[in-house]
């Protein structure tokens, strides 16, 4: 019996869409799959929604997570901190499939951090200078927070249909609103178009909720809440007997965060010796190969 109940939400789905889920051929493999699930995770005294029932690898998630705050959109940036999760979508071969010939092996195009902090300004290579350039969504929300927190419109939007074509893989993770409740309390709401729940889903449910934590310590709100849709949830053919395995084991009680610097000046100021995660050993390694 799982110890942990936000955790068994997340198991249930999984347990759901290999069970039920419906049959779909897609670009890259047939998966089993359903539509508009949704999952919440407390984030009060400083939880952190790491699954237990497997090992997350939660720093690399957090330097995927820096480097889109950065801006960056350069897969040689997270292969200097030794993240490879972008590798299958940054080969020539890969984006030669998607008809960017024009950019050099590596460069992803306007990617999540471009649309962050210079949204839908016009794209040219990864090194380029974008500074003033295009729309800080990021910053933007930072200055909602800060001066007008019963907004209805704190959004970060990184679904940009006029540069698609341009990046190496559409936004998967699309549509983040916050709203702040009247005891100063910061609720992260995510929208994902298209979840893989085998690998994709334990980082996404991990990396907003350090970005609402962050988000919380940047602008002096404490971390409510993450609340999680999905419209296309799937499982893989190829994670299904490793999910299976994994909805066996047994899980623990989410770790907790700690922001450890004093507040910042600047959002892509933190470092990722700034967030101390506690009490977190994770369950053991459940092995699924990346699908690009």
């Not at 040219?124 to 001066?147: E, F, M, P, S, W």
């Not at 770790?255 to 995660?277: A, G, M």
Request: hydrophobic share 35%; charged share 20%.
């Amino acid at each position: 019996m799982s110890k942990n109940i936000e955790e068994t939400q997340y198991l249930e789905m999984a347990g759901r869409i290999i069970d039920a889920g419906n049959i779909e051929t897609g670009r890259n493999g047939v998966t089993r799959c359903l539509y508009g699930e949704k999952m919440e995770f407390s984030l009060e005294n400083n939880a952190l929604p790491l699954l237990t029932s497997k090992k997350v690898a939660w720093r690399t998630c957090l330097r995927e997570l820096l480097w889109f705050i950065s801006g960056s959109t350069s897969n040689h940036d997270l292969q200097k901190k030794k993240v490879k999760i972008w590798d299958g979508n940054s080969t020539r071969e890969f984006l030669d499939s998607r008809n960017l010939h024009h950019l050099e092996e590596g460069d992803l195009g306007p990617v999540y951090g471009h649309q962050w902090r210079h949204f839908n300004a016009p794209y040219t290579r990864h090194d380029a200078d974008y500074a003033g350039q295009g729309t800080d969504q990021l910053q933007t929300v930072i200055d909602q927070l800060k001066n007008d927190r019963q907004s209805r419109r704190i959004i970060l939007c990184a679904w940009n249909p006029a540069q698609l074509d341009e990046m190496a893989l559409p936004p998967c993770h699309a549509f983040v609103q916050f709203h702040v409740s009247e005891n100063s309390k910061l609720i992260c709401c995510l929208y994902q178009r298209s979840g893989d729940v085998g690998l994709g889903v334990p980082f996404n449910i991990a990396s907003y909720a350090f970005l609402t934590h962050l988000l919380a310590h940047h602008t002096g709100l404490k971390a409510h809440k993450l609340i999680h849709f999905i419209g296309n949830a799937h499982v893989y053919e190829t994670h299904v007997e490793a999910l299976k395995e994994q909805l066996m084991n047994p899980t623990t009680v989410f770790p907790t965060l700690n922001i450890v610097s004093p507040r910042k000046d600047n959002i892509e100021d933190y470092v990722e010796e700034d967030f101390v995660v506690v009490g977190y050993t994770g369950g053991k390694v459940v092995k699924m190969d990346m699908v690009a």
